[in-house]
């Protein structure tokens, strides 16, 4: 047979050959065939003298006249039938050219794989070139010629330099011809027949020619073929055809398999549809693990092609034979047999991707391998590990149902084979007898199936029948059935081997009419003492008894049913004759097959360390109780753990002495903490570890094998119980289903249910137990981190390694229902060492009991959730799934984490728990930890709908309530009809109408406002909405998968992903804060109050430093715009300020903060959580911007004002200034001409005081105020005068600040006047104690706010100060007592004594500025100076630049604190830790500085006045950080500023010059520019300076020369006068750093109303609550209990208790509804929160003497201390603000 041109191989010979007689023999071959024996075909020899040879190309090619020699096929004979019966013997052929055998090589011609000519080659006439049909990579073994055909030689171009044989591009159409093919071969075809005669081209020997297999069930190998080994490159080819290179052999693993790849993300069958060769064998695999049988169907189909050409022929030629249809679309030999596919991926696959596939064949009910032929070798396997993981589950008439590990199973084995070849199909008729509505075994009319195999000749397959325990079993007992593919008499060992194992063997065959190796064959099983049944084509139907055992079936004329019929009773029939003894074990036939020399994968080295490590393991479980193994072996998860979980719930809902019980109970904790450690690490988990801890195979290896071991010796005993339970279970629904149902009896058996699920539970022991007790046993060790082993701190990495390789990691323990948050933490940062902070997408599903949740997700992704046998899923387990490099585009994540959950409402659990706080617990967890949540409904009923949906939409509800947006899809599982589209549409109605009435009441419940499920959630009722058909296509354990339930799971996939896509995935770690906020939520009774979002948090706090950023760059650039334009106007330049001109200084500013901002809230990680306050910060930044601008233009308006006040006595200054410059110039110039010395100073001294007295004659002096008497004034006015008087004069209020009794302020209310006593309490004395620092903070804020240094004394200021003093008294509110007037008088003159002290300094500052006395006198020194110059001769110039100098040196010094201010402040921000993020870090450094110095009284005031201790922290550290060390760093900031300052002059001096001498302007207009330029820096005009009016022409060049030498003097003398701390004045800032840095951190100060603690809110007038991390015990603010001990609980503890507290007016309000108190309570957020407050646990016991002496009470009873308080050091309590 001819083959296609790109299948075709030429052998070449490889010595020179001389002649002219040159053959070129062409035979046919399969692509990829293997090559095997085969008989020669007819060849056609082509004239030599055809070829041409062109030696300067060196190139061998076929030439385009060829075309016509390859046109011509032979004939091929009729009526042959599928398996080729023997041919004729063959005739003679013609001899081309003999060739020597060691000579023969082989090359592909179509893949351009060239073969180097080991040396020239010349063709001579009578050589041959041969050209044999096989495919690049075919093995060369021993074969007879096949048919070729003999080409012209002068058609073939020898181009002999290159020494590379190709062929040429014009032969491809030469070549697309095929030949034609037998008609009605067989599934397995026959040996062929014998060879016609042939023409030889070259005979090669035995040891070099090769044969080629055209089906791997039709033709086989002989043994002594394999024998050679000669190696394949058939094999390599047809793996590279299905893109497996790269994992050839043994190589793809599940990693690769379990991930979403290509595959996964097809969108729709069309897709698949057009498949190509290189994804079958991926598509192949993606749809087993999801099981779907169709995969096994799976190749590349072709279309059918119909030739257009116009053709004329006779209309009889339509009937002729000779016109045949094999070249129309014959494409047989290319075509991918289905079975290859499996089987390349069976060769590709490591073990344990080999077990989980045969694990999924299972499943699909399909026949497994049991002995695979090596396909580059004579090797056979039995492949052993691969079913270790499977399990069968049978039932028989009279017994229990059974699951039993496949490889334990015991029973009978039924051996099919067939001799010679046979028109009926084995592998059919094998599916009828044991499962007639699906085939477990491929046959020839399977789809896609081809007469082309390369893998399946030689292949033995098993399946076991089981039965149901029904009527219409076929067989009655567990029975196994073997097939071996290809001729059994070409397959002896495996056919001894097998029927010594078999109970009974089924022999087909065509007729009786056998060779000799067939009958020597069939006569050893005849002997045989086990039952033959020969099923024979050709005999007439019926069955005939024979000899013995020996059984024929007919075939002929037989109807289908009646033979499988025949055949399967006959079956029976001989099992049960057949010997007890002949069962058939996997484990048991794997030495057998060791002596039959086949290879047994377990034998592997690493197979074996890791079976020998679990051994070990399971020698120590040896003679031990199986119930009692788990408390034995693993202690610290059962009685320990359980009870320590109570104990841990209890400590949120204890309701009285909540620190004395919490306390008490976490000493228990502590202890049974203590116990696991003590019983901890025993010797089966040290043998554990030693093995985890292996290289990674081994360890693969012994987890597998632990898990085999620990299932048989659990298996039998759990059997029992299960079935027990189930039977209970059972009972139990009968019960509740009765109307009149019998309590009594319903309890009973509940009890019996519990006790029977203990006994589950006990027997129930898997690698997740084993896991989970490391987790204990590293829980127990976490308490005591410096005990902790390096074999302890491994455990996490540990368990991160088996959740890394696709092992569930157990997140919920079902059993004690509870997250070990510290194990679930540590293995999470291992997995994120690992495998780097990747991001993920969590997927849950939530269901009943039972409804095939689990099931779900293993269809969906292909993984196999760890539960243990017998039982359904408990807790929550989290399974990763890997997202492949090639989709990332496509899918924004890294990871799925699959969450796998318990039932709802499971009986066990309604036993021991009244209510549903499981179900809720477990459904709020996993619904807030998803991003999407799957809601599994099994089938239709509204009941058990509304059983789930209640408790979903109620988390849903509380998700919303805490701003988490998980979505969800409803999926009905079991749902017949899926496809009646109105069924869909009324049940997605009913399903609406469901989820409304719910969410009304759930709504109701939760205490919030929706009205329908879409206010609760995003959902679509027409998207996320599912049917899913039944799982089974029949009834079990024989029925397979239903492809339509994978099919649309596939479908419920596609829509996940697609939802995945636009999600903002979470990452490792966000991912581990968000499971430990969600269960400390959980296990309070009220999640929506308890929940604790820390992510949300942590994302608010980086916003507040963000935003204080932002709003320190607007701060600190409009404070330097306000220091502008205050020198402008100032300086006289600037007359006016509108808010445009401000906006326009800040508009660049605001833009970058704007920017920056944008940025911020679109590429930060958090920018989802970010988003919700995106347009509230941009409004917030937009009224901070709005207010400082307000702000600054009412500062500017305010000075422009006071300027304007001011012009008229400026005015008079400038007068003063030149009328005394005057007079002294005329003085020096009369004295000049005087000879005698004389004392200048002197006779300056005499005339000043002339001058003084002549310009100030008729100018009143400024008056001085008598302020104290103009509030004694006041107070008259407003009070009784003698009772003002005598208050002052007794001067006791001066003591009212800091007095410890204020008894006699008080008055008694009316109605506690009938009690026999009543007293203040120390609560009432520290009322009026804060109101009374209050009022000193508020007037000493008014005092700094008016401008008397600049315009004098006011009375109005008085009178607002003893206004406030009123007010602030009147608003005083008080439970028992009333204010006094003596105490608003007091009060009043205490705050005016400040007032006084302050304002007559401001008053004093104000008259040296503006009494012209002091004015001149101030300017006495700088005259007599300039007076000595003129005395000197110094020149005009000289003298005005002096005075210049004089008056720039001013300015400069002020400019430079200007500078100082924002230099020091913005230093302070980056470079201290305190001031360089927001308050709630500032205040975190507070309380380590109070706690580094344990000063009492600091501590109050800190409690009691937070904004005073922050003002005097935040001087302390400024002044510490900026005035301490051997070089102060505020000297280093003021020669900087200094520095600055210099260059502006420069610039001013440089650009003045330039500008005056271009105009050739004078002295004035330097002046006039000097000053404009320099005016923006600091205050500087030449108004009131000395000699403006000089009349002396002045070289304005010269000028500035002076100026700029006298600057480096002036620079020199500043930056001199910064030399020690000691010259620093602090009072020539305009607004201090500190009061900057106050402003901009503490925003909020808002005190909580029970314990005193500061909102951390940086923005003072912020949206939402007041909050605050850490609350205090209500003691250290003076809190009791009612009229009894001081309180030392918590805030965020008492809020979850059923305490109440007392208000003013008497009213009791819980705890829990604190927010009803009031204004004060409601805008106040208090968690409920478990968190470790070490620190003021310590402050209480490292103060109680000082907190009873301060506020009278005793820290006892309620209120008594517990001890565990007391074991906190100081170090501990700070580390606890961290």
């Known amino acids: 047979m001819v083959s296609r041109v790109q299948l075709m191989q030429i052998q ?12 070129v023999c062409m035979e046919g071959a399969e692509a990829g065939a293997e090559a095997v024996a085969a008989s020669p075909a007819p060849s056609q020899c082509m004239d030599p003298t055809k070829l041409q040879i062109l030696s300067d190309t060196k190139e061998l090619i076929h030439h385009k006249e060829v075309e016509p020699l390859l046109e011509r096929e032979n004939k091929e004979t009729q009526g042959e039938q599928d398996e080729v019966q023997p041919a004729p013997a063959p005739a003679p052929v013609p001899v081309c050219s003999p060739a020597p055998a060691s000579a023969a090589s082989v090359v592909d011609v179509d893949l351009m794989k060239s073969w180097v000519l080991p040396q020239k080659t010349e063709l001579v006439a009578g050589d041959a070139v041969c050209m044999e049909g096989a495919e690049a990579g075919t093995e060369v073994e021993d074969a007879a010629p096949a048919p070729s055909q003999c080409m012209d030689p002068t058609k073939l171009q020898i181009l002999s330099d290159t020494k590379e044989l190709i062929h040429h591009k014009e032969v491809d159409p030469l070549l697309e011809r095929e030949n034609k093919e037998t008609q009605g071969e067989q599934d397995e075809v026959q040996p062929a027949p014998a060879p016609a005669p042939v023409p030889v081209c070259s005979p090669a020997p035995a040891s070099a020619a090769s044969v080629v297999d055209v089906d791997g069930d039709k033709n086989k190998k002989t043994e002594d073929l394999k024998n050679n080994e000669v190696s394949s490159i058939n094999i390599p080819d047809l793996i590279s055809r299905f893109n497996l290179n790269n994992f050839y052999p043994h190589k793809l693993t599940t990693k690769e398999i379990l991930s979403i790849h290509m595959t996964s993300i097809l969108r729709n069958e069309s897709e698949k549809e057009t498949l190509k060769e290189e994804n079958l064998a991926f598509v192949y695999i993606h749809k087993l693990l999801t099981l779907d049988y169709r995969a096994r169907y799976v190749t590349v189909h072709k279309e059918v092609a119909i030739s257009e050409e116009n053709t004329t022929c006779d209309e009889n030629d339509f009937w002729d034979d000779e016109n045949d249809c094999s070249d129309i679309n014959n494409d047989e030999n290319t075509h991918i047999h289905p079975m290859d596919v499996q089987m390349a991926v069976f060769h590709c696959a490591d073990s344990f991707l080999k077990q989980y596939i045969v694990t999924k064949l299972s499943s699909c009910q399909y026949a497994l391998p049991l002995l695979v032929p090596n396909p580059t070798s004579e090797g056979v396997e039995l492949p052993l590990w691969m079913f270790r993981q499977v399990r069968k589950t049978w039932r028989t008439a009279d017994g229990p149902s059974r699951t039993v590990p496949v490889c334990q199973v015991k029973a009978p084995m039924v051996f099919f084979c067939r001799v010679g070849s046979v028109s009926t199909s084995k592998s059919q008729l094998l599916n009828s007898v044991i499962n007639p509505s699906h085939d477990t075994f491929f046959h020839r009319d399977s789809p896609g199936s081809s007469r082309t195999s390369f893998f399946k000749e030689g292949l033995v397959e098993i399946a076991w029948y089981c039965p149901s325990g029904n009527s219409d079993d076929l067989f009655s007992d567990i029975t196994a059935f073997c097939n071996l593919h290809g001729d059994a008499v070409e397959h002896r060992k495996k056919t001894e081997f ?108 690493d197979c074996q360390k890791g079976k020998t490590g679990a051994l070990e393991v399971m020698n120590l479980l040896k003679e031990e109780d199986l119930c009692q193994m788990k408390t034995k072996f693993l202690p610290c998860q059962g009685t320990l753990w359980h009870e320590w979980t109570k104990k841990n719930k209890q400590l949120y809902r204890f309701h009285e002495n909540l620190e004395q019980n919490k306390s008490k109970t976490k000493e228990e904790m502590r202890e049974i903490r203590k116990q696991q450690r003590e019983s901890s690490f025993n010797d089966f988990i040290k043998a554990v570890y030693k093995n985890l801890i292996s290289e990674s195979i081994v360890k693969m290896y012994f987890v597998k094998w632990l898990g085999v071991n620990l299932d048989t010796i659990f298996s039998e005993k759990l059997s029992e119980v299960t079935l027990q339970y189930s039977r209970l279970l059972s009972l139990v629904h009968s019960i509740r289903r009765k109307h009149e149902r019998d309590e009594s009896l319903l309890k009973d058996t509940m009890e019996d249910l519990v006790r029977l699920s203990e006994n589950v539970d006990a027997l129930t022991l898997g690698l997740e137990h084993i896991v989970r007790e490391m987790g204990q046993i590293y829980e127990a060790w976490a308490e005591c981190p410096t005990e902790m082993t390096a074999e302890i701190q491994a455990l996490p990495a540990l368990a991160a390694d088996l959740l890394i390789s696709g092992h569930p990691l157990e997140l919920m323990d079902g059993d004690a229902a509870n997250v070990p948050l510290t194990w679930i933490e540590s293995v999470l940062d291992k997995v994120t060492e ?26 969906m992704f292909g993984v196999q959730f760890a539960v243990s046998a017998g039982r359904c899923t408990k807790g929550a387990f ?79 509800l509380r998700m919303k309530k805490v701003n988490l947006t998980p979505s969800c899809k409803f999926v009905h599982q079991n749902v017949t009809d899926i496809c009646a589209a109105e069924k869909n549409v009324e049940g997605r109605r009913r399903l609406q109408e469901l989820l409304e009435k719910i969410t009304e009441l759930a709504a109701k419940e939760e205490r919030c406002n929706a009205e329908c499920f879409t206010d609760v959630i995003r959902f679509d009722i027409k998207k996320d909405v599912y049917y899913i058909p039944q799982l089974w296509e029949g009834n079990p354990p024989m029925a397979p998968p239903n492809p339509l339930y994978s099919e649309n799971i596939e479908s419920l996939k596609q829509a996940i992903l697609t939802a995945a896509a636009q999600k903002k995935p979470l990452r490792f770690s966000e991912l581990k804060v968000r499971i430990k906020d969600l269960w400390n939520a959980v296990v309070n009774e009220n999640f929506v109050f308890s929940f604790k979002n820390t992510l949300e948090i942590a994302a608010y706090r980086k916003l507040e430093t963000e935003y204080g950023n932002w709003t320190w760059a607007l701060r600190k650039d409009l404070l330097i715009i306000q220091n502008k334009l205050q020198n402008r106007i100032e300086n006289g330049t600037l007359k006016s300020v509108d808010r445009e001109l401000i906006h326009e200084e800040i508009e660049s500013t605001y833009c970058t903060v704007k920017r920056k901002m944008e940025k911020f809230f679109t590429e930060d990680k958090d920018t989802v959580i970010l988003s919700q306050w995106k347009t509230r910060t941009e409004l917030k930044i937009k009224d901070i911007h709005d207010s400082l601008t307000v702000e600054t233009e009412r500062k500017i308006k305010e000075l422009i004002n006071l300027k304007a006040a001011c012009k008229m006595l400026d005015d008079r200054k400038a007068q003063y200034m030149n009328e005394v410059f005057n007079r002294s110039k005329a003085l020096a110039t009369k004295l000049k001409n005087k000879t005698e010395k004389l004392d200048l100073e002197q006779e300056f001294n005499k005339m000043w005081k002339k001058w003084i007295s002549d310009l100030t004659a008729g100018v009143p002096p400024v008056k001085d105020v008598n302020i104290e008497q103009e509030v004694i004034t006041l107070l008259n006015s407003s009070y009784e005068p003698g009772l003002v008087y005598s208050r002052k004069n007794s001067a006791h209020y001066r003591e009212i600040h800091n007095k410890r009794d204020y008894s006699e302020y008080v008055t008694i209310k009316k109605h506690f006047l009938g009690l026999l006593s009543f007293s203040l309490n120390p609560k009432d004395h520290d009322s009026v104690r804060d109101l009374v620092q209050q009022m000193v903070r508020n007037v ?26 009123k007010k602030r008294v009147s608003e005083f509110k008080a439970e028992g007592f009333l204010l006094k007037t003596e105490f608003t008088v007091d009060l009043s003159l205490f705050v005016c004594d400040i ?5 007559t300094e401001l008053h004093r500052l104000f008259r040296e500025a503006n009494d012209p006395v002091f004015y001149l006198e101030n300017k006495k020194q700088e005259f007599f100076s300039v007076f000595k110059k003129q005395y000197e001769g110094a020149s005009a110039t000289s003298v005005f630049a002096d005075s210049v100098c004089n008056k720039l040196k001013s300015s400069i010094f002020q400019a430079v604190y200007d500078q100082t201010v924002f230099d020091a402040a913005g230093e302070m921000r980056t470079n201290y830790p305190a001031f360089s993020g927001n308050k709630t870090n500032l205040e975190k450094h507070i309380l380590q500085d109070l706690a580094e110095t344990e000063d009492f009284k600091q501590f109050i005031t800190y409690i009691r006045c937070p904004k005073e201790h922050f003002s005097h922290f935040i001087d302390k550290k400024f002044r510490d950080h900026m005035f301490r060390g051997q070089n102060p760093r505020i000297l280093q900031i003021l020669k900087n500023a200094v520095k600055i300052k210099e260059k502006n002059v420069i610039i001013a001096i440089q650009k003045a010059t330039q500008e005056t001498k271009q105009r050739k302007g004078d002295v004035n207009e330097w002046l006039k520019s000097f000053e404009e330029e320099l005016g923006y820096w600091m205050h500087f005009t030449v108004k009131d300076l000395i000699a403006t009016n000089s009349e002396e022409n002045m070289d304005t060049e010269f000028f500035g020369k002076l100026i700029n030498e006298s600057l480096q003097t002036i620079v020199t003398d500043l930056t001199n006068d910064f030399n020690s701390v000691h010259s620093v004045r602090t009072d020539m800032f305009r607004k201090s750093p500190e009061d900057i840095l106050m402003e901009q951190l503490c925003g909020c100060w808002v005190q909580c109303p029970f314990c005193a603690a500061t909102c951390t809110n940086t923005l003072e007038n912020h949206d939402g609550d007041h909050s605050v991390p850490f609350h205090r015990p209500q003691g250290i603010n003076g809190l009791e209990w009612y009229k009894t001990d001081p309180c030392i609980d918590f805030c965020t503890r008492l809020v979850a208790s059923n305490c109440s507290f007392v208000l003013p007016d008497g009213r009791h309000i819980p705890y829990k509804r604190y927010r009803e108190a009031g204004p004060e309570y409601a805008h106040w957020s208090i968690t409920p929160d478990e968190s470790k407050q070490s620190y003021w646990k310590w402050v209480v016991c490292r103060f109680q003497k000082d907190l009873e002496k301060h506020y009278g009470g005793k820290f006892q009873g309620r209120g008594q201390i517990p001890e565990d308080w007391r074991r906190i050091t100081k170090e501990e309590a700070i580390r606890s603000l961290n």
Do not use: W
């Open 1340 to 1365: 000493t804020e008014i005092i700094r706010s008016k401008p008397v240094s600049r315009t004098g004394y006011n009375d109005a200021y008085t009178q607002e100060i003893v206004d406030c003093v």
């Open 12 to 23: 070449v010979l490889p010595q020179k050959t001389n002649g002219t007689n040159v053959t």
């Open 834 to 859: 690992k495998l780097g902070d990747q991001r993920v997408f969590v997927l849950s599903v939530l269901g009943l009991q039972s409804s095939g949740k689990s099931t779900m997700l293993n269809t």
């Open 498 to 605: 097998l029927t010594q194992q078999s109970a009974v063997n089924v022999v087909l065959m065509q007729n009786m009419n056998l060779s000799e190796k067939n009958k020597e064959l069939l006569l050893e099983l005849q002997k045989s003492p086990k039952p033959l049944i020969c099923v024979v084509s050709d005999l007439q139907n019926g069955v005939k008894m024979g000899s013995g055992n020996n059984i024929k079936i007919g075939v002929r004329d037989a109807r289908q049913a009646e033979l499988q019929q025949n055949l399967r009773h006959v079956i029976e029939v001989c099992l049960q004759k057949s010997s007890s003894d002949h069962t058939f074990s996997l484990e048991e036939i794997s030495e057998a097959a060791k002596q039959s020399r086949f290879r047994v994968d377990e034998d592997r080295e």
């Open 1395 to 1399: 007032e006084v002290r302050e304002f």
């Open 878 to 956: 989290m399974q990763l799934v890997r997202v492949k490099e090639e989709v990332k585009g496509e899918q924004i994540f890294d990871y799925i984490i699959l969450l796998d959950t318990e039932g709802l409402q499971s009986l066990e659990l309604v036993s021991k728990h009244s209510d549903h706080s499981h179900d809720n617990e477990l459904a709020t967890f996993v619904t807030g930890l998803a991003d999407l949540t799957l809601i599994n409904i099994f089938g239709e009923s509204l009941a058990e709908m509304k059983d789930i949906i209640q408790v979903v939409v109620q988390a849903f």
